[in-house]
């Protein structure tokens, strides 16, 4: 069964921390990974990952794929209040136009 | 700079009762999905579009219909709404699947009593 297992679900921290959400996947013919952050509304995209290694960054956000070991993370470094969101990490896999499959995301709370 | 256009915000239906969920986009893509959101279960698909004249299933597509009738347009149809299907629903876009990212609309957030 192809799925995407995200870990932490939720996690707490104080402004100022780095934080690494994981996100882990079983899929067959992986095509590429996906990053959203949800705040209260639409997802809104962050990176999208297709070769293991290399790194992609925004700011203070970055992100890195492992093809070999089958994950990804995704690091926020001097986090800040406006950081807090759920983290949703999707894997495109298949033929053709492919299917999406997302994980039940990772909820960040970030403290003052 | 409208992207992804989604009405009602809010919808509150009784069991039995049968209503469409509209989706609008401005960006010419071809693909077209919707997906449901609930507590712990993530993200999951409902049926999505390939083009205008093209659908296909999803992974809980049971009591919901499509149709593509042109690029811009793609509404959902609660045949006849059960409380399971109490959920806020997206509808997202892409110019294709294999190279760029999905867009989402702002959700509609519909109750069944």
């Known amino acids: 069964e192809d799925k995407v297992v995200q870990s932490p679900l939720s996690l707490v921290v104080h402004e100022g921390d780095t934080v690494t959400l994981n996100c882990s996947y079983e899929?067959?013919?992986?095509?590429?990974l996906l990053w959203y952050k949800q705040e209260k509304k639409a997802p809104t995209f962050l990176f999208m990952l297709?070769?293991?290694?290399i790194e992609k960054k925004s700011g203070r956000l970055s992100s890195i794929l492992d093809k070999k070991e089958l994950f990804s993370i995704l690091n926020i470094t001097a986090t800040q209040t406006g950081d807090s969101a759920v983290y949703l990490c999707a894997v495109l896999y298949g033929g053709s136009q492919g299917n999406l499959i997302f994980g039940k995301g990772t909820k960040l709370s970030v403290k003052p | 700079n409208a992207g992804v256009t989604q009405t009602p915000k809010f919808q509150v239906l009784k069991t039995g009762q049968s209503m469409t969920l509209q989706c609008a986009q401005d960006?010419?893509?071809?693909?077209m999905s919707w997906y449901r959101q609930d507590p712990g279960m993530g993200l999951r698909l409902i049926h999505y579009s390939v083009g205008a004249g093209i659908t296909d299933q999803g992974e809980v597509p049971n009591g919901y219909n499509v149709s593509r009738s042109t690029t811009e347009d793609f509404p959902l149809r609660l045949l006849s709404a059960a409380p399971s299907q109490t959920s806020v629903y997206f509808c997202?876009?892409?110019?294709?699947?294999?190279?760029?990212?999905?867009?989402f609309g702002n959700g509609t957030r519909l109750t069944v009593t």
């Open positions: 297709t070769s293991s290694g």
């Open positions: 960006m010419n893509h071809e693909y």
């Open positions: 899929v067959t013919n992986f095509r590429s």
């Open positions: 997202a876009s892409s110019y294709s699947t294999v190279n760029s990212p999905l867009h």
